[in-house]
């Protein structure tokens, strides 16, 4: 009753990994290392290894036990896919069905796998719902749209049961500030927003003030790595109750403005958070948040956390580790 978790040592990932150790589950997380750390997956078992390694997955599968996957490893950058196409699709792609593959092969018929809101591109309205049309924008989006049919046709070939997690865009870290996101890989808003108030980089750039939005700029719903981490687990539970096979939004329902995570970040961190506003880059929607009423039908989850509780975690996490994990 072992869950194998692929790119555990990332930030996502380890948040996972943690959540389902403290549930009393057991974990064998595998991870090539290259933008995961050892140190991020604390005392749980890692394995330095590709999940396109057939024979070692193979192995893991039969020396742990394993049960259940849950699927993060993937290169997740936006610009660094429209530069290197293929690099994206043999990762997010061929080696997510070689991995497939041999985990149904190998009696694991249940898996969750990272998916992302990028699929549904600029969305038509908001909140969005799952029906929304998928109309990805960029080589990275289309491989998350492109795994999930995969998986829907390792359904079919071998039998293998998935929930597709369409993450909003995960932030903060942990309450007690032992595990967050590792700047020196992260583009992400928060991380870069704490860089800009501790110092550590020159004033934060404001893409665009002009938006039809109250204060002019884009509006995201930023979820808690530690709610998403627990949508893992109810994703997991559904599957082994014997659930079908579904995709599903995790977001909070709620959209955050660029200005309304610098004037949080003012507030909780007592610091300045110096900012330019430069020209709008190009696809940026508008606004983007999820309706977040299928997951709390289908897998009962909902977020619990608040935008103050994300900012004041990564707060805590980055103030304290200014250098990430190191060489960690
Ligand atoms: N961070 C977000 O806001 C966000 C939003 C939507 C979707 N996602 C998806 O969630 C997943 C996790 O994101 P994250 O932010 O934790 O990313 P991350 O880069 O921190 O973690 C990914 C991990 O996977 C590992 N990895 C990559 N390819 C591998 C391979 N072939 N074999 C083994 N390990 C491999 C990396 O070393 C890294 O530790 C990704 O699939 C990403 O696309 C993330």
Same mark, same amino acid.
């Given at each position: 009753?072992? =869950? $194998?978790? #692929?790119?555990?040592? *990332? ?5 996972t990994v943690?959540? &389902?150790?403290q549930a009393g589950? /057991?974990?064998? =997380? $595998?991870? #090539?290392?290259?933008? *995961? ?8 078992? &890692?394995?330095?290894g590709?999940? /396109?390694d057939?024979? $070692?997955?193979a192995?893991?599968c039969g020396?742990?036990?394993v049960t ?8 997740k950058?936006v ?8 690099k994206?699709?043999a ?8 991995l497939?593959?041999?985990?149904a092969?190998?009696?694991v018929?249940e898996?969750v ?13 908001v909140?969005?719902?799952e029906?929304?049309p998928?109309h990805p924008?960029?080589?990275y989006?289309e491989?998350?749209a492109?795994a999930?049919r ?10 293998l049961?998935?929930?597709?997690l369409?993450y909003?865009?995960?932030?903060g870290?942990s ?6 996101e ?10 870069v ?13 404001v ?10 700029t884009c ?10 981490a627990?949508?893992h ?5 559904h599957?082994a ?7 599903v ?7 955050s ?16 958070v110096?900012?330019?506003?430069v020209a ?10 999820a ?17 103050d509780?994300i900012i004041?975690?990564?707060?805590a ?6 250098d990430g994990?190191?060489?960690?």
């Amino acid at each position: 009753m072992t =869950v $194998l978790v #692929t790119g555990g040592a *990332g930030y996502i990932g380890s948040h996972t990994v943690r959540a &389902l150790r403290q549930a009393g589950r /057991a974990v064998v =997380v $595998l991870d #090539t290392l290259e933008l *995961g750390h050892r140190a991020a997956v604390l005392d749980a078992p &890692l394995v330095v290894g590709d999940v /396109a390694d057939a024979t $070692l997955v193979a192995r893991l599968c039969g020396e742990y036990g394993v049960t259940q996957a849950v699927h993060f490893a993937a290169y997740k950058s936006v610009g660094e896919s429209m530069q290197h196409p293929a690099k994206y699709w043999a990762n997010n792609v061929g080696s997510a069905a070689v991995l497939f593959e041999t985990l149904a092969r190998h009696g694991v018929h249940e898996v969750v796998f990272s998916s992302s809101c990028s699929v549904y591109g600029t969305p038509p309205s908001v909140p969005v719902t799952e029906d929304a049309p998928i109309h990805p924008e960029s080589v990275y989006a289309e491989t998350k749209a492109v795994a999930e049919r995969v998986l829907a046709w390792f359904e079919r070939t071998d039998g293998l049961r998935s929930v597709s997690l369409r993450y909003f865009n995960a932030a903060g870290a942990s309450a007690d500030a032992v595990i967050g996101e590792d700047w020196a890989f992260s583009i992400n808003l928060v991380p870069v927003v704490m860089k800009a108030a501790l110092g550590r980089s020159g004033p934060l750039k404001v893409f665009g003030d002009d938006y039809p939005t109250p204060d002019g700029t884009c509006i995201r719903d930023y979820i808690h790595v530690d709610d998403l981490a627990a949508a893992h687990l109810a994703a997991l539970d559904h599957l082994a109750a014997g659930g079908a096979t579904t995709a599903v939004n995790v977001g909070t329902g709620t959209g955050s403005s660029v200005m309304d995570i610098i004037h949080a970040t003012e507030r909780i961190s007592g610091r300045q958070v110096p900012y330019e506003v430069v020209a709008r880059r190009d696809g940026d929607p508008v606004a983007s948040f999820a309706d977040p009423e299928h997951a709390a039908q289908v897998l009962g989850w909902r977020a619990t956390r608040t935008l103050d509780d994300i900012i004041a975690s990564a707060w805590a996490w980055h103030s304290t580790h200014p250098d990430g994990y190191g060489a960690g």
